[in-house]
């Protein structure tokens, strides 16, 4: 993962690109999405900007804002929840996949380098050129499957 600072200035250079100001509410912003490592809502990346910065005159606008622009320019990706919404989580990790349970919303990630290579393999085979990919498999939690079966008792 790149360190702070260089993804700082391409926040800056972004946002100048987009004529847009570098203020501290953005700054407050970035600094949360790149500290916290979990999926968020625009909601609870907002709850904790005010959390963290107190003092912050922050808007939800602000917060939709600096999403969107940073997930145009893959800053930061996002998981859709359909009518539900968007989940994000910031975009300078390692490559990696999600399991959605669509009963609680947890997101796990998880990495398989033979996923991975068959997937290159099948874009292969079929001459197509692939520049990037997205995996998402939805089901039932460990946990909500073990409350479900507690239930039915």
């Not at 250079?13 to 809502?41: G, P």
């Not at 359909?82 to 910031?90: L, V």
């Not at 996923?115 to 197509?128: D, H, T, Y």
């Amino acid at each position: 993962m790149k360190e702070y600072s260089k993804l700082l200035e391409e926040f800056k250079t972004l946002l100048k690109a987009n004529n847009l100001k570098f203020t501290t509410q953005r700054e407050s912003v970035f600094k949360t999405l790149f500290e916290y490592d979990k999926h968020f809502t625009p909601e609870d990346l907002y709850n904790l900007v005010k959390k963290r910065f107190p003092n912050s005159n922050i808007g939800m606008t602000t917060v939709y804002r600096t999403l969107n622009l940073l997930e145009e320019n893959k800053l930061v990706t996002s998981i859709s929840f359909g009518i539900a919404g968007k989940k994000y989580e910031f975009g300078h990790k390692s490559h990696h996949d999600h399991l959605i349970c669509e009963v609680c919303g947890k997101i796990e990630e998880f990495e398989d380098e033979t996923i991975e290579k068959l997937q290159e393999k099948i874009a292969k085979m079929r001459g197509f050129k692939m520049t990037e990919h997205v995996m998402q498999l939805f089901g039932i939690c460990k946990e909500c499957q073990e409350n479900q079966n507690g239930e039915d008792s």
